[in-house]
Each structure stands twice: as structure tokens, then as C-alpha cells.
């Protein structure tokens, strides 16, 4: 039977709470699959499991999968829809509460992936969640809002650059790698959407302090429209003009013109 009949007879309701749009598209499913090279000593994890379409083929590639999915109302579809597939196991709950690493314990493996088509509304904490938690994936694959997409691999002097740009390059290298459009889903969305590609970085840029280059990066962006003078009032305006000199740059440039180089070299400096 096919996934919508499931749904349909099982009742099911879209949820927008959720951000229920499903991705139905078989060749941009496969595409994201392919894109992620899993093996089978690879444990991948889902956030949003919908109606299981990335999750079947997800699990034909792997060695596990976990699913975090919110609604409950699925439970019953899923069960039937996946029925025969072995390696794929379940959690009924809001993946932004989960203690991920104590989630994948149990599992054996030499890889942690994620591959998502992630609900829009709150894509940056889940991504976040595991740099804060530690989790230490080789790559993140994930759909995203287009727009959002942009920002994740924004380069310095675009309008999309900002302090989760740098936040979030410090740890991967992103890459988007296409658009989709948002014909692909049901019920359909109001934007389009792109699937992004976080590799973990090999090597870090070398930072001395971590949370003075972060709080570093969080001021100088504080208002947008300000220069770094302005924005970093509490700072050694004198240490910091003399790093941005070295690279043509000074105190009444923005923020959105420093690459993530120049600010790690400013906060080693002052530290
Ligand atoms: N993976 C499916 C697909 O590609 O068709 C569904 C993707 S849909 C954009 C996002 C899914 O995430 C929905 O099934 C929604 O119920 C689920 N979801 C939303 N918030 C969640 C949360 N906090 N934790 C776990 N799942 C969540």
C-alpha cells in the first residue's frame, strides 16, 4: 500500500504545528541518500520521521537507524509502513529533550550520521544541539528552508552572513548541494527549500579561548547596521585595529565583512 492510503486510513492529520510537510519525491530522496555515503557499520540518526520515505531507504544503507518523531498520531501508520524493516527503531518524543548520547549507546558503530528533512521551525537548535551535546558526527545531511540553507554557507560581505554563519563554520564545513523545490512536498509549503551538507571539520581553526571568540563574534554582530567600533564599546578597540590592519580592515568596518580567520585571530590576541 502506499504511503497516503496508509495515512488516510489510518486517519492521520498534517500537523503545520509540526511542520509536517512530506517529502514524497523518490529521485530527491534517493539524492539525499547518495549524498551521504553511509556504509554498513553506520548508524544514522532521523529527526522527523513523518512517514518513514527517507527512513525506509535510510535503513537499507545502514546499519541502524534512530527516529525521533513528536506526533504519536504516526505511531500506528509507522507500525504498519514498517512493518518489515528490521534496523530501524523509534522514539515518540520531542528530539530537543533527548539525551542523544545516552540514545545511541546501545547501538554499535563506527560512524554517527544524520540525515534529515528537518521540521523548518526550529532546524538551528536541532543542529546546534549537537555541537553543545558533543555528539561526534562525521556529517550532517539535512533539508532545510532555502533561505536558511544560504545563511548555513553564507560568505563574509553577503547580507546571509551572520554569528550563526561563523558559530556553526567553526565546527563544520557546509556546503549547499541543491534546491529543491516546494512542488516536492505535501502538503505543499509556502517557501523551497535545500539540502545541506555539514562535514566535520578535520582541523579547527586554532582559537585559544573558546567562549571569549564566541562572545567575540556574538558582540560584533549585535547591531547589525553598527560598526565594530560601535559594537564592541567594551573591547580593546586598540588591540583589535591593529589585528584588522594586517588585513586592510579597521574598527568601522561590519561585522559581516570579517572572516572567521580574522575574528579567531582578534580573540587569540586578546586573549
Ligand atoms: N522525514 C519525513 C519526510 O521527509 O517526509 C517528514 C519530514 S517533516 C518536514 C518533519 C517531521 O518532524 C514531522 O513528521 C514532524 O512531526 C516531526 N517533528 C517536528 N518537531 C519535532 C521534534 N521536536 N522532535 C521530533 N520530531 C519532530
Same mark, same amino acid.
Given at each position: 500500500?502506499?504511503?497516503?492510503?496508509?495515512?488516510?486510513?489510518?486517519?492521520?492529520?498534517?500537523?503545520?504545528?509540526?511542520?509536517?510537510?512530506?517529502?514524497?519525491?523518490?529521485?530527491?530522496?534517493?539524492?539525499?541518500?547518495?549524498?551521504?555515503?553511509?556504509?554498513?557499520?553506520?548508524?544514522?540518526?532521523?529527526?522527523?520521521?513523518?512517514?518513514?520515505?527517507?527512513?525506509? &531507504?535510510?535503513? %537499507?544503507? $545502514?546499519?541502524? #537507524? !534512530?527516529?525521533?518523531?513528536?506526533?504519536?498520531?504516526? /505511531?500506528?501508520?509507522? @507500525? *504498519?509502513?514498517?512493518?518489515?524493516?528490521?534496523?530501524?527503531?523509534?522514539?515518540?518524543?520531542?528530539?530537543?529533550?533527548?539525551?542523544?548520547?545516552?540514545?545511541?549507546?546501545?547501538?554499535?558503530?563506527?560512524?554517527?550520521?544524520?540525515?534529515?528533512?528537518?521540521?523548518?521551525?526550529?532546524?538551528?537548535?536541532?543542529?546546534?544541539?549537537?555541537?553543545?551535546?558533543?555528539?561526534?558526527?562525521?556529517?550532517?545531511?539535512?533539508?532545510?528552508?532555502?533561505?536558511?540553507?544560504?545563511?548555513?554557507?553564507?560568505?563574509?560581505?553577503?547580507?546571509?552572513?551572520?554569528?550563526?554563519?561563523?558559530?556553526?563554520?567553526?565546527?563544520?564545513?557546509?556546503?549547499?548541494?541543491?534546491?529543491?523545490?516546494?512542488?516536492?512536498?505535501?502538503? &505543499?509549503?509556502? %517557501?523551497? $527549500?535545500?539540502? #545541506? !551538507?555539514?562535514?566535520?571539520?578535520?582541523?579547527?581553526? /586554532?582559537?585559544?579561548? @573558546? *567562549?571569549?571568540?564566541?562572545?567575540?563574534?556574538?558582540?560584533?554582530?549585535?547591531?547589525?547596521?553598527?560598526?565594530?567600533?560601535?559594537?564592541?564599546?567594551?573591547?580593546?578597540?586598540?588591540?583589535?585595529?591593529?589585528?584588522?590592519?594586517?588585513?586592510?580592515?579597521?574598527?568601522?568596518?561590519?561585522?559581516?565583512?570579517?572572516?572567521?580567520?580574522?575574528?579567531?585571530?582578534?580573540?587569540?590576541?586578546?586573549?
Amino acid at each position: 500500500m502506499k504511503i497516503k492510503e496508509i495515512l488516510n486510513e489510518n486517519k492521520f492529520v498534517f500537523k503545520k504545528k509540526f511542520g509536517q510537510n512530506f517529502l514524497l519525491d523518490q529521485n530527491i530522496l534517493n539524492n539525499i541518500v547518495s549524498l551521504a555515503n553511509i556504509t554498513k557499520d553506520t548508524l544514522v540518526i532521523e529527526i522527523g520521521v513523518g512517514a518513514a520515505a527517507l527512513t525506509k &531507504k535510510l535503513s %537499507v544503507v $545502514s546499519k541502524n #537507524v !534512530i527516529g525521533y518523531e513528536i506526533d504519536t498520531t504516526l /505511531k500506528k501508520p509507522l @507500525e *504498519s509502513i514498517l512493518s518489515e524493516y528490521d534496523n530501524i527503531d523509534i522514539i515518540y518524543d520531542d528530539f530537543l529533550n533527548r539525551d542523544i548520547k545516552k540514545d545511541i549507546k546501545k547501538y554499535s558503530f563506527k560512524h554517527v550520521m544524520v540525515v534529515a528533512n528537518l521540521p523548518y521551525y526550529i532546524t538551528t537548535p536541532i543542529i546546534t544541539k549537537f555541537i553543545n551535546e558533543k555528539i561526534d558526527v562525521d556529517k550532517i545531511i539535512v533539508m532545510v528552508q532555502n533561505e536558511v540553507a544560504n545563511r548555513f554557507s553564507a560568505k563574509p560581505g553577503t547580507k546571509s552572513y551572520n554569528s550563526l554563519t561563523i558559530f556553526l563554520n567553526y565546527y563544520f564545513d557546509i556546503k549547499k548541494a541543491f534546491t529543491v523545490s516546494r512542488n516536492a512536498f505535501y502538503p &505543499k509549503p509556502n %517557501v523551497d $527549500s535545500a539540502v #545541506v !551538507i555539514f562535514t566535520k571539520k578535520i582541523k579547527k581553526i /586554532k582559537i585559544l579561548n @573558546e *567562549s571569549l571568540f564566541f562572545k567575540l563574534v556574538k558582540d560584533s554582530f549585535d547591531k547589525k547596521r553598527k560598526t565594530l567600533k560601535n559594537n564592541l564599546k567594551d573591547y580593546n578597540l586598540d588591540k583589535i585595529n591593529e589585528v584588522l590592519n594586517k588585513h586592510n580592515k579597521n574598527i568601522n568596518n561590519r561585522a559581516e565583512t570579517i572572516t572567521i580567520e580574522e575574528f579567531a585571530e582578534i580573540s587569540n590576541f586578546l586573549t
